[in-house]
């Protein structure tokens, strides 16, 4: 199946149901007899290094392989359920990581801006956006256009998803009580040029992140915020002072994923217009699994904090960093006839920006 990053193993009263992630969505591509599941279930809790005698609570393993020449690393999770046990396995495609920031879909204003952003030699950089929007994707992409041999770059991550070649990357590991925030610590003990953080979560992991980009360091991590303005708050939320947020972050980064059509069957959509724009609406075919959608396309709003960007606008200007960039992007998209006008109204719709349409 093409690139599913996640297999979901559902069991219901007779049978059970295996759906793959596809493009954000959950996709049935089989059910098979409980019977048959157990046994599958079993095998795979054991390459995963589980333990198959429990069944009654969760569990997490992890099952390295190599197929057709490609390394995939595959993190397996399961959980109680009515009838049974769902398994659920997350993909990670860890040696296939060959992205340049030309193939992110940025317009060519933003990435100026991101390499910008990424010219500096200190300061603090947050991708924010929700679960499974690409964030990881974007700064895995700008590590490996920075990694140069005269700089040392070290991340720490939950868990390390593609392997870069030169860079140093760190797991986290529960067991050994090894987490953001005292990982971190140990990190900026190794002398590095560049840090990248999987994810700010916490009080700890903030303000030694904040402290370490004011201190010469270039800091990169994630953020789970509606928009970019927000980032300022959830950080002050986490015991980070004001004059100190300023200073400290230089470029934010706000990104959601939208599905394309299936350029197959997509058809014209003559009952919905706008600006004059030839709209088309999905209709689903076998080349994409009937779901009317081809793959998914970055929509970004960029900003590269320099002193225009002072507290008073900030903190007291609502539309100060907002989402408003992404409309750039969806009409773009709408215009060469990648996403359906439903879509482009529902994206819109779902971040707030109704009072743009």
Not at 47 to 71: C, F, H, T, V, W
């Amino acid at each position: 199946m093409r690139n599913a990053s996640d297999i979901h193993f559902e069991p219901h009263e007779k049978e059970v149901d295996v759906r793959y992630r596809i493009n954000g969505g959950l996709i049935l591509v089989n059910k098979m007899l409980l019977s048959e599941y157990i046994t599958l279930a079993s095998k795979i809790k054991l390459q995963a290094n589980m333990d198959i005698s429990e069944k009654r609570k969760p569990q997490d393993g992890k099952i390295l392989i190599n197929y057709d020449n490609n390394n995939y690393d595959l993190r397996v999770s399961s959980i109680p359920v009515v009838y049974g046990e769902k398994i659920v396995i997350r993909i990670l495609y860890s040696n296939n990581f060959n992205y340049r920031l030309e193939d992110l879909y940025f317009s060519k204003e933003k990435l100026e801006l991101v390499r910008k952003i990424m010219s500096l030699k200190k300061g603090l950089v947050l991708v924010n956006g929700p679960t499974g929007s690409g964030k990881s994707t974007t700064l895995y992409t700008i590590l490996k256009e920075i990694n140069k041999e005269d700089i040392n770059i070290t991340t720490l991550e939950d868990p390390v998803e593609a392997i870069i070649p030169n860079i140093n990357q760190m797991s986290l590991n529960k067991k050994l009580d090894i987490n953001f925030s005292n990982g971190l610590k140990n990190i900026l003990r190794q002398d590095p040029d560049v840090i990248m953080v999987g994810e700010v979560r916490d009080e700890e992991t903030a303000k030694i992140s904040v402290r370490a980009s004011i201190t010469g360091h270039k800091v990169y991590t994630t953020i789970h915020t509606s928009t970019p303005r927000e980032v300022f708050f959830r950080l002050e939320d986490m015991g980070v002072k004001q004059y100190l947020l300023r200073d400290s972050i230089v470029g934010i980064i706000s990104q959601r994923l939208i599905k394309t059509l299936c350029k197959n069957c997509k058809k014209e959509d003559t009952k919905n217009s706008y600006k004059g724009i030839k709209l088309y609406k999905k209709i689903g075919c076998s080349y994409c699994n009937y779901s009317g959608y081809e793959s998914r396309k970055l929509i970004s709003a960029i900003y590269f904090l320099d002193e225009k960007y002072d507290e008073l606008n900030i903190y007291k200007d609502k539309s100060c960093l907002s989402n408003l960039g992404m409309k750039e992007d969806l009409e773009s998209l709408l215009k060469i006839g990648e996403i359906s006008f439903e879509d482009y109204i529902s994206f819109m719709k779902g971040e707030g920006l109704d009072e743009y349409l």
